[in-house]
């Protein structure tokens, strides 16, 4: 142990102290609720934070282009708001008294997990997987939560629950054992994860934010698609034609419960459809010849699942929309004065006559940006032109195009239309993000994001 963890595990020990000398109690959830958080709509993040006003709730600006690690999720959930708990867990030495105690007054305890980089590499290495590449980044890991229910007495004793991805909250661990007191996070079984740190979560009406994701839509036009891989987590939505949608679904053929596994493995499609008319679902999945529609967004309770047999083909369009996109990121950006500047597509079909939606960030969009295109990839230190920072021009430009501010997040981006022109089928454009900034801490007032290669289909 260095000086440095010494005096930080010091600290901690100090701070539990006191903070269970005040007996303060926290204000834990008191209850998992777990018929309240049904719906696909909603994630882990969103359970632990207990919060429904955005769907896949996502840590702030954890896009990496390399890995998610504990270091920049715990970053990225302080930046949300959240607070580092008086014991961050293992190895520091547990306080006396523990959980109680252990976030202050007004605030709950959870706890932050993240695939750790040797799973990930072994996943991005599975033959024939689309991360096999070793130029595609595209699988940087996974994040997930815990949050810590009741006040520790006998007729409300500590549970712990937590929402994989798009399947039911539970309160079982990967080994199907209740996540008690006796079994919390860092000792429970947790799949593919590995535990991270204890954090504190304010509770309303204190507010956190900016919270990034999906606003809960009214009266959207277009219909969105999502894959689930890795214990439920989503893909960017992929826009769709919702009338070309509806002949897809199924015929009322009633199957049994699939039970889909909520660990470990892919998980099928998800689609949100627009309120057209009362007679259309509003959500549906679907995986191995079994369509699940769902009554309602909400996923409490009142919430009814019908299973039938996907007779009409929508697995299989489901399949052919995302299969066909490939993208890939390369190289790695520079920082932003809000951090390390990534460069994703967030939306679009890539398909010519239609769209790419791209995004970068995080950056203060008061600060002008640029995507630039190309067509094939160069590398060129931008040291060698004198501009400081360790930043890299990733892609041999043709042009550029303006980003604009993008109103969920620090950052901006720019939706690219394609042209209707079949020539293009094929052709892999290239682009990199770039952003004149006087508040890097490069000193060069530049920033660059990784690269984005999307083949147009």
């Known amino acids: 142990m260095n000086l440095n963890q010494k005096i930080r595990f010091t600290l901690s020990a100090v701070v539990a102290s006191s903070v269970l000398a005040s007996v303060a109690p926290a204000q834990n959830p008191q209850s998992p609720n777990l018929p309240a958080w049904q719906g696909p709509c909603y994630n882990c993040y969103n ?24 270091e920049n999720a715990k970053a990225a959930a302080i930046a949300d708001g959240l607070a580092p708990a008086a014991w961050p867990g293992p190895p520091a030495a547990m306080p006396g008294g523990w959980p109680a105690g252990a976030c202050p007054p007004g605030h709950s305890l959870v706890a932050l997990a993240v695939v750790p980089c040797h799973i990930v590499d072994a996943i991005r290495n599975i033959p024939g997987n689309d991360f096999a590449d070793p130029n595609n980044q595209a699988y940087v890991g996974d ?22 991805g798009q399947t039911p909250a539970t309160d079982k661990d990967a080994r199907g054992r209740q996540m008690n007191a006796m079994l919390p996070p860092h000792v429970a079984d947790l799949g593919i994860y590995e535990f991270c740190c204890y954090l504190c979560v304010p509770n ?26 890795y214990q439920g987590k989503e893909d960017a939505p992929l826009p769709m034609d919702p009338l070309q949608l509806l002949p897809l679904l199924p015929t ?25 008319d009362p007679t259309i679902p509003p959500y549906v999945r679907v995986l191995d010849g079994v369509v699940a529609i769902y009554s309602d967004l909400v996923g409490d309770a009142a919430t009814t699942i019908q299973y039938f047999a ?22 790695l950006g520079c920082e932003s004065g809000l951090g390390l500047l990534t460069h994703t597509m967030i939306g679009g079909d890539a398909a010519f ?55 969920l997040g620090p950052g901006g981006g720019i939706v690219l239309p394609l042209p209707p022109d079949p020539a293009l089928a094929g052709l892999e454009l290239h682009t990199q993000g770039v952003l004149l900034d006087p508040t890097a801490p490069s000193g060069g007032g530049l920033a660059t994001s990784n690269s984005l290669e999307v083949r147009i289909r």
Request: net charge negative.
């Open 204 to 229: 309303p009406p204190v507010p956190l934010g900016p919270i990034t994701g999906l606003q809960p839509w009214e009266g959207f036009t277009q219909a969105q698609g999502y894959k689930f891989k």
């Open 353 to 407: 006559g239609g769209f790419i939606d791209y995004g970068v960030g995080p950056y203060d969009p008061v600060f002008p940006g640029a995507m630039l295109f190309g067509f094939d990839r160069t590398f060129l230190p931008l040291d060698l032109l004198g501009i400081p920072g360790g930043c890299d021009l990733l892609v041999n430009p043709v042009g550029s195009v303006p980003l604009f501010p993008d109103p």
């Open 47 to 70: 359970h632990a934070l207990d919060r429904r006003d955005w769907f896949f709730a996502q840590l702030l600006d954890v896009v990496a282009p390399a890995k998610i690690t504990c």
């Open 252 to 276: 009322p053929i009633p199957v049994p419960d699939p039970n889909w596994p909520d660990f470990e493995g892919p998980d099928g499609f998800g689609l949100v459809l627009p309120p057209l």
């Open 310 to 331: 996907d007779d009409n083909g929508l697995e299989d369009f489901l399949r052919a929309q995302f299969d066909r996109i490939e993208v890939r990121l390369y190289g």
């Open 143 to 164: 994040f997930h939560w815990y949050r810590l229910n009741g006040d520790g007495t006998a007729m409300n004793p500590f549970v712990w629950s937590h929402k994989p």
